[in-house]
């Protein structure tokens, strides 16, 4: 069951970076405007920020197992979709379907919670929750491969059978869940959410291309946040919410998302950045000349040593706490930053780097779900778990958006070349840096120990769903 879920985990996550490769010829090979062409990532990104909390909130309520595998046929449909695409429009199709199996790996999450012994629970949920940086940062080199190789339609090919096997898997290997919330679901708080996310992010996203005063990332913005404040008072409202508010606002989860949101930022930029280092010309005097498949190479320690810091995170959550865990995965982060702003002239210093980084997030990564689900009844653990998985990508937005304002204004030319300047570089790990520790003071706020569930708790709740509500240890 573990292998399962980690290896379905695997497979949605590198859904998310896998045409990055492509994205410098997709103009081309769509024939249309840079622009436009950025479409084909970017609906990735909202599709999966739209899908994740109501695919995890209906498998509380249908099923975790059934959503899984809903969610891995999307999958394969998109890659369909996508290796039959021949124009920009198909594709957008196929990405925004692959988009939304990221949901995949809070269910999976959850679906540990219930069938596992709490023994063993520690470091199962570290490895899965670590297989969504893992499977972006491994996959990418293959990606690049098939890129530079072989026709880029059979990237959805690789795309397609991977998210077949994984249903195969699901299909023999994960029961059926047993534990289901009552209520029914809410339509109207999912397409306001969707609206809502849809709204902030397309606005951070596109900022830099629309322009940060433009009216439509104004728009975008403010309709978005009005829409997701109206959205917040009607959840209040209603008896059977998308989103249990009343759970989101204890302190613990609060503030374990609010750090998640730190944590995507500063994984992201490692993503961002030290790949248009590798990649840049020499002859600017600050870029290391390295092809694209190389580039991906030097990124992939950070995925495997991710992987590798998931038993120590566990031993660790078991003698000192999931706090600590976490506190400690964003320190070290916060480090490799600023090591980075000194060491940026080597392609061993961005190994270096992005091994650090990817340490720090394997730490970071294992905490946060054994956090929220120590602080959330077992009825709310999907919901809970996909919230937190939005946060981490509502961070990874803003790192995109940020640091390409910052890289872009920091410009060095080379002939026809013009790539960031050093300084530029050293501009973005310093912001990277400083995300990082602002993650550092959330996360020494989050309580050590967490009152348990009664019905005291959450005045409002009646005594059938009082009785599900389960007791949370932690350190």
Known sequence: MVFTLAFTGLVTAFMMTLLTPLVPSLPGILNVSAEDSQWAVTVTLLAAAVATPIAGRLGDLYGKRRMVLLLLVLVLAGSVVAFFADGLLPLIVGRALQGAGIGVIPLG??????????????????????????????????????????????????????????????????????????????????????????????GISKGNSWGWDSPLTLGCLGGGLLVLILWGVFERRIASPLIDLRVAARRTVLLTNLASVTVGFAFFASTVVLPQLLEAPPETGVGLGQPMLVASLCLMPSGLVMWAMSPLATRLTRARGARTSLVLGIAVIAVAYLIAVFLMTEIWHMVLIATAVGAGVGFAYAAMPTLIMAAVPATETAASNSLNSVMRTLGSTLASAVLGVVLASHLIGSGETATPSSQGFQLAFIISGAAAVAGVLIAVFIPRHHRAYTKASIPDADDTRAADLSKAVDR
């Open 109 to 202: 999450i959850s679906i540990l919670r219930d069938v596992l012994h709490r023994d063993r629970l520690g470091g199962a949920v570290a490895l899965v929750s670590a297989t969504l940086g893992v499977g972006g940062a491994v996959g990418l080199p293959v990606a690049a491969a098939i890129s530079q190789y072989l026709d880029w339609h059979f990237l959805f090919v690789l795309s397609g059978l991977l998210a077949a096997v994984g249903f195969v898997l699901v299909l023999v290997f994960i029961p059926v869940s047993t534990l289901r919330a009552s209520g029914s679901f809410d339509v109207l708080g999912a397409i306001g959410l969707g609206v809502a996310l849809v709204g902030i992010l397309l």
